[in-house]
């Protein structure tokens, strides 16, 4: 079995000229990944250039949908003619994008033998994407872990006996349609945060949903159990906003951060390596099988 980490891409539109495309974004990004040629990985110059093979595949079932393998450029050491020797080794992991309309989910196969980290691929993806994004559209890309809600928990439970005040930032990411498609056990508070995101993202306000005891100089106390906070930290969880807990002491701890390394805190999924080979030719079986596989994979996790 192949674990993926997951992760999910922004849009910048910083640029000036950026708006005007910006209905398309996903359009052309998915055209930068239309084919092995359409785009190469490279970075860095002279003696300290590398290039990250790749080879792409666009399912049948759903266009939108890609999978890709890209290679790390390293060398190994090993012995030929009882002699050690340094040879080129481009050992490949598979990356799933899900481009649909309104998806934006990338999950990057954990594989140690061909990158030190699923960030490590992150890097290089968005880095080399981004460039040609603005390049051709002035629109630019990231790309970002996504975080069980748990992290959360645990900082709390560090803190929880002098935590004065949790902060709750509601405008700071663009929210998953998958989200917005969940069933909510508590519309109220979740139909606000989304209308509230909604709105203050178009007339680019910022606000901010501030939580403290009803008693001064008393701790708070976070219900782990409470359907109201369950869905604000998956709120959260999904659009990579931050919260932040604030202490007695005035100290603030940040949950969910994106520059974090490959951790186990990032949402993980596993699917048979098996079916992914089958689609590259690497082992035998039935393609629209293997597809209908990876669609099942790409549903809302």
Same mark, same amino acid.
């Given at each position: 079995?192949?674990?993926?980490?997951?992760?999910?891409?922004?849009?910048?539109?910083?640029?000036?000229?950026?708006?005007?495309?910006?209905? /398309?974004?996903?359009?052309?990004?998915?055209?930068?990944? /239309? #084919?092995?040629?359409?785009?190469?990985?490279?970075?860095?110059?002279?003696? %300290?250039?590398?290039?990250?093979?790749?080879?792409?595949?666009?399912?049948?079932?759903?266009?939108?949908?890609?999978?890709?393998?890209?290679?790390?450029?390293?060398?190994?050491?090993?012995?030929?003619?009882?002699?050690?020797?340094?040879?080129?080794?481009?050992?490949? =992991?598979?990356?799933?994008?899900?481009?649909?309309?309104? =998806?934006?989910?990338?999950?990057?196969?954990?594989? #140690?033998?061909?990158?030190?980290? !699923?960030?490590?691929?992150?890097?290089?993806? !968005?880095?080399?994407?981004?460039?040609?994004?603005?390049?051709?559209?002035?629109?630019?890309?990231?790309?970002?872990? @996504?975080?069980?809600?748990?992290? *959360?928990?645990? &900082?709390?439970?560090?803190?929880?006996?002098?935590?004065?005040?949790?902060?709750?930032?509601?405008?700071?990411?663009?929210?998953?349609?998958?989200?917005?498609?969940?069933? @909510?056990?508590? $519309?109220?508070?979740? +139909?606000?945060?989304? /209308?509230?995101?909604?709105?203050? @993202?178009?007339?680019?306000?910022? !606000?901010?949903?501030?939580?403290?005891? &009803?008693?001064?100089?008393?701790?708070?106390?976070?219900?782990?159990?409470?359907?109201?906070?369950?869905?604000?930290? %998956?709120?959260?969880?999904?659009? +990579?906003?931050?919260?932040?807990?604030?202490?007695?002491?005035?100290?603030?701890? !940040?949950?969910?951060? $994106?520059?974090?390394?490959?951790?186990?805190?990032?949402?993980?999924?596993?699917?048979?390596?098996?079916?992914? $080979?089958?689609?590259?030719?690497? &082992?035998?079986?039935?393609?629209?099988? &293997?597809?209908?596989?990876?669609?099942? *994979?790409?549903?809302?996790?």
């Amino acid at each position: 079995m192949a674990k993926f980490s997951h992760y999910y891409l922004k849009y910048k539109l910083d640029d000036i000229f950026a708006q005007e495309l910006k209905a /398309e974004r996903q359009k052309l990004f998915g055209e930068m990944l /239309e #084919k092995d040629d359409s785009i190469s990985f490279i970075l860095g110059e002279d003696e %300290n250039k590398k290039h990250y093979k790749h080879m792409v595949k666009h399912l049948r079932l759903n266009h939108d949908i890609i999978v890709m393998r890209i290679a790390n450029d390293s060398k190994k050491d090993v012995i030929q003619d009882f002699k050690k020797m340094s040879v080129r080794h481009e050992p490949p =992991c598979y990356v799933i994008i899900d481009n649909r309309e309104h =998806c934006r989910r990338v999950a990057i196969q954990r594989n #140690k033998d061909a990158w030190a980290s !699923t960030d490590s691929v992150a890097k290089v993806m !968005t880095t080399v994407l981004d460039k040609a994004l603005r390049r051709s559209c002035y629109i630019g890309i990231s790309m970002h872990p @996504q975080y069980y809600p748990k992290d *959360f928990y645990k &900082a709390w439970r560090m803190h929880q006996h002098h935590t004065s005040r949790l902060w709750f930032g509601l405008t700071e990411g663009e929210i998953p349609q998958s989200f917005r498609t969940e069933p @909510q056990t508590d $519309d109220t508070i979740m +139909g606000f945060a989304l /209308e509230v995101n909604e709105e203050l @993202q178009r007339k680019k306000y910022r !606000t901010e949903l501030v939580l403290s005891s &009803a008693q001064n100089n008393t701790p708070l106390f976070v219900d782990e159990d409470s359907v109201y906070i369950r869905n604000l930290v %998956n709120f959260h969880a999904l659009t +990579g906003s931050p919260i932040v807990i604030e202490t007695s002491d005035g100290a603030r701890f !940040t949950c969910f951060i $994106d520059d974090e390394e490959d951790s186990a805190n990032i949402i993980t999924s596993e699917m048979d390596r098996n079916i992914l $080979d089958i689609l590259f030719g690497e &082992a035998e079986g039935d393609v629209a099988t &293997a597809e209908s596989k990876v669609m099942e *994979f790409c549903k809302p996790y």
